[in-house]
Nanobody
Framework: QVQLVESGGGSVQAGGSLRLSCAAS????????MGWFRQTPGKEREGVAA???????YYVDSVKGRFTISRDNAKNTLYLQMNGVKPEDTAMYYC??????????????????WGQGTQVTVSS
């Protein structure tokens, strides 16, 4: 059974940092491209960052230079280091997995597996 479990969300002041984690199980993690998406009420899910099986990364313009996506294939874990957070980063953050194929920007409908989400709230 495939599971993606996010953790690390919470409340933080603007300018602060958070590190999100996504623990994967039930599939061959190293064969899958991984992505972080975020969603706020009434808006579509946005691809924030993605990483290929080989470690190539993508970031949406609004987080470039502030967020870093990484993966540890030995631990089957995906990370999102969020530095210099802003109130507009407030959202539910989801990790997702897509087998092999790397394309950017990451599109929600291309990803097969999803976590339940972790809330990030940034106060000004």
């Amino acid at each position: 059974q495939v599971q993606l479990v996010e953790s690390g969300g919470g409340s933080v002041q603007a300018g602060g940092s958070l590190r999100l984690s996504c623990a994967a199980s039930g599939y061959t993690y190293s064969n899958y491209c991984m992505g972080w998406f975020r969603q706020t009420p009434g808006k579509e899910r946005e691809g924030v960052a993605a990483i290929s099986t080989g470690g190539v990364t993508y970031y949406v313009d609004s987080v470039k230079g502030r967020f870093t996506i990484s993966r540890d294939n030995a631990k089957n874990t995906l990370y999102l280091q969020m530095n210099g957070v802003k109130p507009e980063d407030t959202a539910m953050y989801y990790c997702a997995a897509r087998r092999y194929i790397w394309s950017i920007p990451p599109v929600e409908s291309d990803f097969e597996y999803w976590g339940q989400g972790t809330q990030v709230t940034v106060s000004s």
